[in-house]
């Protein structure tokens, strides 16, 4: 037993990530909360599931751009520092977000502009405390190590959306933005403790030269590349969180803990891998392993969109539907497939890249992780809306699933990635 649970030893042996997965946590519960706050907010402020998808379009642009442009900063500056300018500029955000909600203002452009404010602090953010992990712990445990960082994202997963749903039925917008506020303030404290954490070997300094130079060492660094294809894959075919609303609204019943029950049955999955995730540390097949668990994803998916599209509609009362249930089952299977192939992704990552250039690397992976969803968002949105929503999720699912197989047909090399051998 003690071989498949959680292995907390970069916990045990290093303050400076103790404090940096705290902070993390905390500010994890925050972002998610707001993630399915603003959603419900568009959608109660325009019934469209198509508009709530146009949030994903708002956040895009500045995540790839200050994405790039940020891996570059992590890259030419101390990361403890840009990891608490950028928290303390999401901290602002957020007390935006509850003004907003507190005055009524009730404008979906404001939302929209916030989101794209949080998403550009965010995609600075991000790589530079990704980054970091390596300079805090041995390359040994540097699998343990992304796990726990998992473990800290999926909590964040779980508590956040649940806490949104519950809290905008009994107490509103306002103290549910302002919650976030607090929670990030905390996380502040905890990044502040951190040791000063300047980058090694040759300094770029950050610009387009800086960016393109990372893009011209990944060309060349074809198993890095594919942790960012088959991600992109599965976010942008695959994500049917953008179908939830609708989906509580008309299918399933329930309301916003619907929406929430469903987010957090997503990140008990991811948890519960997380909790057994001891054996990850001995596989080698890494490239394999990412390969087989996406696929997972999808299928996970279309049994999704099979189950709401058996749904015959929400309860007699009003409430939720029992298939509520098999539906967060199927999201928890999602959750479970993804949280194995986050973990074996950044590690490749990581154990394949040099430190001067994780920054930039982490810039294009903060890219694909968090705009692949939301373009994710746009592309489920747009068929739902034409099409149904469970009709959105089987498609979803299924051309996931096709392109990823056929990806492992095509690119042999990253199918056979040894750990013991990292080749990027």
Aim: charged share 10%.
């Amino acid at each position: 037993m003690r071989r498949l649970l959680l292995d907390l030893t970069p916990l045990r042996i290093s303050s400076a990530y103790r404090r940096l997965w705290a902070g993390m946590s905390l500010s994890g519960i925050g972002t998610h909360l707001t993630t399915v706050a603003v959603g419900l907010q568009v959608y109660d402020l325009t019934s469209s599931t198509f508009s709530v998808g146009i949030v994903g379009a708002f956040a895009l642009v500045p995540l790839v751009v200050l994405g790039l442009y940020g891996g570059s900063v992590v890259d030419a500056h101390d990361r403890r520092r840009v990891v608490i300018v950028t928290s303390a500029g999401l901290l602002i955000v957020a007390s935006a977000f509850a003004a907003q909600a507190w005055l009524a203002i009730e404008q979906v452009w404001l939302l929209y502009g916030l989101v794209a404010t949080q998403n550009g602090l965010f995609a600075i953010n991000v790589p530079a405390r990704t980054a970091i992990v390596p300079r805090l712990v041995p390359g040994r445990l540097l699998p343990a190590a992304n796990a726990l960082n998992s473990l800290s994202m999926n909590i964040g997963l779980a508590v956040g959306p649940l806490l949104a749903g519950v809290l905008i039925d009994h107490v509103g917008y306002g103290w549910t933005y302002s919650i976030e506020a607090m929670l990030l303030a905390a996380a502040v404290v905890m990044l502040s403790a951190l040791p000063s954490i300047p980058p090694e070997g040759t300094v770029t300094r950050a610009g387009l030269a800086s960016v393109l130079e990372g893009f011209s060492y990944l060309r060349t660094r074809s198993n890095v590349r594919m942790t960012f294809v088959v991600d992109l894959a599965a976010m942008v075919l695959a994500m049917p969180r953008v179908l939830f609303p609708a989906i509580a609204a008309v299918v399933l019943g329930g309301g916003s803990t619907t929406v929430g029950i469903l987010m957090s049955g997503f990140a008990v999955g991811m948890i519960t891998a997380g909790v057994l995730s001891g054996p990850l540390g001995r596989v080698r097949r890494q490239g394999l392993a990412v390969v087989v668990s996406v696929i997972g994803w999808g299928l996970a998916v279309v049994a999704f969109g099979v189950v709401v599209s058996l749904a015959p509609g929400p309860a007699a009362d009003g409430g939720a539907h029992w298939m509520l249930w098999p539906a967060a089952a199927c999201m928890a299977l999602a959750g479970a497939a993804d949280a194995v192939s986050a973990v074996f992704r950044m590690t490749i990552l990581q154990a394949a890249t040099p430190d001067a250039m994780r920054g930039r690397l982490q810039g294009v992976f903060i890219v694909v992780v968090a705009g692949g969803p939301r373009l994710g968002d746009l592309t489920l949105g747009s068929v739902g809306e034409a099409a149904g929503e469970s009709t959105a999720a089987v498609a979803g699912g299924l051309a996931c699933v096709v392109v990823v197989a056929a990806l492992a047909v095509t690119q042999r090399r990253f199918v056979r990635y040894d750990a013991e051998h990292p080749t990027p």
